[in-house]
């Protein structure tokens, strides 16, 4: 097994080491590792994989055979803005599917590519529960509910011109993919309060139940 | 004999209508076996951790009346009391289910039969037609892969093929502990997957292409050349280390094309080391010597058998004669050169240690090793297994499989006396006691054991003066077993075949008057015309035909380079009659060549290092060869002494009637631990792939062998100034050799190299053991 | 008793011999009859066939001489995958697979037939090797002109039994025709040699 890669500073290490101190037994902290990673390098790299085998003590096939199973572990750079349209039934019928093959084409790139600028890529992605609010387009795993074609566009243009549009739930503005990856490491960056929790559409039926609205 | 232990956890329950009692925690597959109903499955294994991917065994079960509601998977499934089973021939349900598994494995396996190296002996086939439909309603595209890709040089992977059984992902990590290979990506694109920059180079790697139950797996080195049908397979033994592996050999037209592990549970279950499955070519190489050889004016010259047995009679007649056997001589050969040196030619002067020998050696395997009994099941009782001297991966990796087995079952607990904490011995959670080459015997001083552990001593410990002597002492004191384990397959044969200076067969001492008058009467030989004082070893015997008291050596399969510094001036002198295979440093030397059979071309015997005899047959039906034992006898005849034998069946019979010795081993004299010496010391010792003559034209093996580096620990590093990767010379006043340095968890000031790796053959390019002091630096 | 004297053939039976009628000479005509046949026979229609000056052809579907296929253009059918040798009942079959690569392909896929014998004076000519061959590589021509005097020029090689190369064909080792893989081949999708396959 090659010993830690020279890319990766003390500062770094030491913040892998915070995350398997968390855990009981240390290969439960593989998962986090990868997005810490991730934050730092934009996607998994082979020295990622690497420096993870050696601390945990496992082979890099084992961290491999993890790295690869999860689509959201990549493989080639995300852009700064990572944009993921839900192509799931529902949303996929709401608008999901125009709107993923509009971004396409607006941006001239393929699933799972990036920009030449660097600043967006695109994927479909998966249900993220947030059905009431389709078709949902996500930034770096935060909410764009309500999206049409157009406005995704704008929004994407918006991510590339450099300004950070808030998310319709979540914190004030949109966290870059390095920043959104850190807090999946398990690293809080003290945002989860801000921004609205619950929007009204998932509170009607609680507000109908108790007499609020009709 | 021990009585069988009356079994108290029995549970019964019916399976097809029959019933049947089986032992607690039984699977219902295992079972159903019992009761010779063949459930199909793909991913269960006896060996393996069962894991239910594959669903296969699907059967309708029920217990106390409440059917599971879905059917289950007898592999995973415990046997309970009261369970009422039924398989695919009495439900229609567990039929039904069989078959829709069987179509779904089917539905993205691609039509390579033809093509692929498993077909006629393939479980997939063979199970489509037991308990597949004939039809499949699958009308999609099949899902593809690029194929076949290497996973290592020797092993190639077909992942359209896969069915994703893990039956190669669980045994290289529970069985060998080398999860190189893992399951990666998910559904459909679901893929057995190294990472790249790390091959599938673990020395168990061939057993999944054997356990694979598709073509997914297959061995790069018989990739298309033949098909089951046409190979005649012979069950043999390894010929390489005393693991005593049982193999099965498979011949196409006098060539050998394969060879498999066999079954045996009390020695190597069903595995064996990549060395043991791939290393057979060379039985097969070009250079072969086909006609003995005569050497005329200097040149070796091809001769007629009754010319060739006459000169090397005549060679022998009446000189001081000297025996190397070498170490992968069959029992029977062994046996026969054993009787030669005394019956024939009158003295004790052979030896079977080709390589670094001791007389502490010596004295250690007459008093402890010949005649002893010490076994596998003794590591699966043991409470306590030391290793002292000993890589058990790299020395024989069938012990190594049998330690972590029982570490893994239940904790048995491992320490491991060494200069490099290697791998292997993390593999085994060893308690590790590092320690400089030649002090070996002061750790085991400090050791506290009973009567059922079990001190697992290699071979290479001799080059520690005392280290024997320690562990002698430790057996004594707590009567805990020795288990001495050499590298190759014919020393413990050899031993008590009784090829070594200080004993006759079946582990008389020399210096037991009646046990020389037991062997000359059982030879029909005049007793005193066997030498009352112990013969020389092999250093003592080149050394004095190099003196000129020997005037005539026999040598079997002997390289010189194996030894500590080889002296070649008395194979100059003296008359050199050899039986090898191929050219080697000893027919350059030599006046008379013979030819002799490889293992394949006769039939025969080998020990184990337990002792074990185990026998085969010969494997190719047509050679020319003939065995070391027949050559011998024909020069025996020769020289007016016949050998009483001429065939391997003559001579097992009769060494079978001296095997049993009943009287006094050898007694062991202590020989104390040497002071270390100064400065930086080396450690080296052989790795189980490397530059060896039995590993030669077979690429694909070498590929995988570990890569030749010098090993320091971080403070002979710092005190040398060199970093991972930076080149380092080691040097002797014998010569030098240049590595590149990686750092590994070795005691400090001590440096380790691999013994016999092409770009490192320590012993022969610096011409020291282990234990000695060497000069280390930077650079060239 | 003297050996001249006739053994009854059953014991105790009665003294008086037993009948047997021999035919004695046929009467003129039915002999004559006979002669009849005979004369009758030199005008009517012979169906000896004179060969070798005459050869009538063989039925379509004769089992005569075995015939390795090519690909239009020009790769073998073989595979090499041994199921010919496999049901060949007489053993008369032996076959050695082979690995294809990029730069030497004698066949699509991964396998071809390196050595390919068929030992005449073995082969029955039944036909269960063309059944068993999954490509059609195999087959049977209307060749029965076989004989010969020794045993080693029965034993057919593969370039005895290799179909001749068709104009459009490339002589192998040559790679695929270009933008096309092995299953493209077996679809029959390639029709013809492009000029880019020759290798040099």
């Not at chain 2, 076949?148 to 039956?167: F, K, M, T, Y």
């Not at chain 2, 797996?217 to 693991?243: I, K, N, Q």
């Not at chain 2, 057979?280 to 040149?299: C, H, S």
């Not at chain 2, 004095?544 to 050596?553: N, P, S, T």
Request: charged share 25%; aromatic share 6%; hydrophobic share 40%.
């Amino acid at each position: 097994m090659a010993s830690a890669p020279k890319t990766f500073d003390e500062n770094f290490l030491s913040r892998l080491d915070a995350i398997i101190a968390r855990y009981p037994r240390s290969r439960s902290a593989i998962m986090p590792m990868l997005h810490l990673v991730q934050a730092r390098e934009g996607y998994v790299t082979a020295e990622g994989i690497e420096v993870i085998a050696q601390k945990l003590d496992l082979t890099t096939a084992e961290v491999n055979a993890v790295a690869s199973f999860y689509t959201q572990y990549r493989r080639t750079p995300a852009g700064e803005y990572h944009v993921g349209v839900c192509t799931n039934t529902l949303c996929a019928i709401m608008g999901g599917d125009a709107i993923f093959s509009g971004l396409k084409d607006h941006l001239g790139i393929e699933n799972n590519e990036r920009t030449a600028d660097g600043k967006v890529s695109l994927e479909h992605i998966e249900c993220n529960a947030a059905c009431d609010y389709a078709p949902v387009v996500m930034v770096n795993w935060e909410f764009f509910d309500n999206q049409t074609v157009e406005s995704a566009k704008t929004l994407v243009d918006d991510l590339r011109a450099g300004k950070k549009p808030a998310p319709t739930r979540g914190p004030n503005s949109v966290p870059t993919f390095k920043e959104a990856s850190e807090v999946l490491a398990g690293f809080n960056d003290g945002r989860a309060n801000e921004g609205i929790q619950a929007g009204d559409p998932t509170l009607l039926g609680l507000k109908i139940a108790k007499g609020e609205r009709k | 004999m021990t009585a069988v232990q009356p079994q108290t956890d029995l549970i019964t329950l019916t399976i097809d209508g029959f019933e049947v009692t089986v032992p607690k925690g039984t699977l219902v597959i295992r079972a159903a076996e019992q009761l010779g109903i063949q459930i199909p499955r793909f991913c269960d294994h006896p060996l393996l951790s069962p894991v239910g991917a594959c669903r296969q065994c699907l059967v309708d079960i029920e217990i106390n009346g409440r059917a599971f509601p879905k059917p289950q998977a007898s592999c995973t499934i415990p046997v309970e009391n009261g369970m009422v089973v039924k398989t695919q021939l009495t439900s229609e349900v567990a039929h039904k289910a069989q078959e829709g598994v069987m179509e779904f494995l089917l539905v993205n396996h691609p039509l390579d039969c033809p093509v692929c190296d498993k077909g006629g002996e393939c479980p997939l086939q063979n199970q489509a037609m037991t308990s597949g439909r004939g039809e499949s309603r699958f009308e999609g595209k099949k899902r593809t892969f690029e194929k076949p890709i290497n996973i290592s040089s020797q092993v190639l992977l077909d992942r359209e093929r896969c069915i994703l059984c893990a039956r190669c992902t669980r045994f290289s990590k529970e069985i060998a502990g080398d999860p190189f290979i893992d399951m990666g990506e998910r559904g459909a694109l679901q893929q057995v997957a190294i990472y790249e920059k790390d091959p599938f180079d673990s020395y168990f790697s061939g057993n999944t292409v054997q356990i694979c139950p598709v073509g997914a797996l297959t061995g790069s080195a018989y990739r298309f050349r033949s098909r089951p049908f046409d190979l005649v397979s012979t069950p043999s033994v390894c010929e390489h280390c005393a693991s005593g592996c049982s193999l099965r050999t498979d011949v196409r037209r006098n060539k050998t094309l394969r060879r498999l592990a066999g079954n045996d549970p009390e020695v190597n279950e069903e595995w064996n080391c990549d060395k043991g499955r791939w290393a057979f070519q060379y039985t097969m190489v070009k250079d072969r010597i086909a006609t003995p050889l005569i050497r005329e004016n200097g040149v070796l010259r091809e001769a007629s058998w009754p010319e060739a047995i006459a000169v090397a009679a005549n060679g022998l007649q009446g000189k001081k004669a000297g025996v190397l056997v070498g170490g992968r001589a069959t029992v029977e050969d062994s046996y026969a050169y054993a009787k030669f040196a005394r019956a024939t030619l009158g003295t004790n002067d052979i030896d079977f240690r080709s390589r670094p020998h001791s007389d502490e050696e010596r004295d250690f395997l007459a008093a402890h090793v010949v005649g002893s009994k010490v076994r596998y099941s003794d590591i699966d009782t043991a409470d306590h297994v030391v290793l002292v001297g000993f890589e058990p991966e790299e020395e024989s990796p069938i012990v190594f499989l049998r330690i972590r087995k029982q570490v893994r079952k239940r904790a048995l607990s491992v320490t491991a006396i060494s200069p490099w904490q290697t791998r292997g011995f993390k593999k085994l959670q060893a308690k590790y006691i590092g320690v400089a080459p030649g002090a070996e015997g002061n750790a085991l001083a400090q050791l506290s054991l009973t009567n059922q552990s079990v001190i697992v001593v290699g071979e290479r410990l001799c080059e520690s003066a005392g280290g024997l002597s320690a562990v002698a002492e430790l057996a004594r004191k707590s009567g805990a077993k020795i288990a001495w384990v050499p590298r190759r397959a014919g020393e413990r044969g050899a031993l008590e075949a009784g090829a070594i200076g200080n004993l006759l067969p079946g582990g008389r001492p020399i210096s037991d008057a009646a046990a020389r008058v037991d062997v000359a009467a059982a030879w029909s030989i005049e007793s005193d015309s066997i030498p009352t004082s112990a013969g020389s070893d092999s250093k003592a015997i080149f050394a004095a035909a190099a003196r000129g008291e020997i005037k005539a050596l026999v040598i079997g399969g002997v390289d010189p380079f194996d030894m500590h510094a080889p002296d070649f001036a008395g194979l100059e002198s003296a008359f050199v009659l050899s039986l090898e295979l191929r050219p080697s440093a000893i027919t350059e030397r030599a006046d008379v060549v013979l030819p002799v059979a490889a293992v394949t071309e006769k039939s025969g015997s080998f020990m184990s290092w337990e002792g074990r005899t185990r026998s085969f047959e010969q494997a190719v039906p047509e050679t020319p060869h003939q065995s070391d034992l027949y050559i011998l006898s024909l020069i025996a005849e020769a020289l007016g002494k016949p050998l009483g034998f001429s065939t391997v069946r003559g001579a097992a019979k009769e060494f079978g009637t001296l095997a049993n010795w009943d009287g006094a081993r050898a007694s062991f004299t202590s020989h104390p631990v040497a002071n270390a010496a100064q400065g930086v010391t080396l450690a080296s010792w052989r790795q189980l792939l490397d530059n060896g003559s039995l590993q030669v034209n077979e690429p694909n093996l070498a590929g995988t062998a570990r890569k030749a580096v010098a090993r320091i620990n971080a403070q002979l590093a710092a005190k040398l100034g060199v970093a991972n990767g930076d080149l380092v010379t080691i040097s002797t006043d014998h010569g030098a050799l240049s590595l590149n340095v990686e750092l590994s968890d070795l005691v400090d000031d001590v440096v380790w190299l691999p013994r016999n790796a092409v770009a490192s053959q320590s012993l022969r390019m610096l011409g020291v053991l282990n234990g000695a002091q060497v000069n280390i630096r930077k650079g060239l | 008793m003297s050996e001249l004297e006739p053994k009854r053939a059953i014991d105790g039976a009665a003294e008086e011999s037993i009948h047997i009628p021999i035919a004695g000479p046929a009467s003129l005509f039915t002999q004559l009859k006979g002669f009849w046949v005979t004369f009758a026979a030199q005008f009517k229609k012979v169906t000896t066939v004179q060969y070798p000056e005459v050869k009538e052809p063989t039925a379509p579907r004769f089992h005569g001489r075995h015939q390795l296929n090519r690909h239009p253009d020009g790769l073998e059918k073989c595979i090499g995958c041994e199921l010919c040798a496999w049901a060949c009942p007489a053993d008369a079959i032996y076959v050695e697979g082979a690995d294809n690569s990029d730069e030497q392909r004698y066949s699509p896929g991964e396998r071809y037939g390196k050595v390919y014998q068929i030992n005449y004076l073995r082969c029955i000519f039944c036909g269960l090797c063309i059944e068993a061959c999954p490509t059609r590589a195999l087959t049977m021509t209307n060749e029965y002109e076989l004989a010969d005097d020794s045993r080693k020029k029965l034993i057919f090689e593969k370039e005895d039994l290799l179909a001749p190369l068709r104009s459009g064909m490339l002589q192998p080792p040559h790679p695929y025709y270009p933008g096309t893989d092995d299953q493209d081949y077996y679809h029959g999708r390639v029709t013809e040699a492009h000029p880019s396959q020759e290798q040099k």
